[in-house]
């Protein structure tokens, strides 16, 4: 059991790294409420494949980065990412086993409340108005989860993350 002791853990923090860099990339203003939580529906996925890796703290670290990178309040995305890795973590087993249509229902849902958290997160120190077009991106990360997890499996099954 030792031999196996962080074998291909640096694949997923790579595949982290690029889906932070891929976040931050600038998108056009009309289209900055399509723009996919990558570095969300890559902890997703890290939380369904290896739940013995990566976890709630993995969720938080990544949380508080994703704040310091984007400059917003701390602690907003590191409360919602912390608790998607808690719900994921919790029925790890009961998601893993649905379809890929299923998996990308929870992934809206998963999506819809970290916006929510980020919104109240900001809302109880800031007063900002509500627009609900930042839910929009709930409904892309689900229609980008299925070609996600595809190629999220295949990269753990060729480098043999366990």
């Known amino acids: 059991m030792s031999q196996y002791r962080g ?10 790294l690029i889906a932070m860099l ?19 529906l890559c902890l997703i996925y ?8 990566v976890s709630v703290g993995t969720g938080f670290f ?6 310091l990178l984007q400059g917003s309040i701390l602690g907003a995305h590191a409360l919602a990412f912390s608790l998607i890795s808690f719900f994921v973590a919790f029925k790890f087993q009961l998601i893993r086993n649905m379809a890929l249509w299923q998996q990308s229902l929870i992934v809206m849902a998963l ?11 900001h809302a109880i120190v800031t007063k900002i108005v ?12 689900g229609i ?18 366990r």
């Open 62 to 67: 990544l949380g508080i980065l994703v704040d």
């Open 46 to 53: 890290w939380l369904l494949a290896i739940p013995h890796r």
């Open 130 to 141: 509500f627009q609900p077009e930042v839910f929009w991106n709930g409904l892309v990360n």
């Open 144 to 161: 980008l989860w299925p070609w996600l997890f595809l190629l999220m499996r295949k990269i753990r099954r060729q480098f043999s993350v």
């Open 22 to 40: 891929l976040q931050s990339m600038p998108w056009p203003e009309e289209f900055e409420m399509f723009r996919p939580t990558m570095l969300v």
């Open 111 to 121: 999506s819809t409340l970290m916006n929510l958290t980020v919104f109240l997160a």
């Open 7 to 16: 074998r291909g853990l640096w694949v997923v923090w790579l595949s982290f």
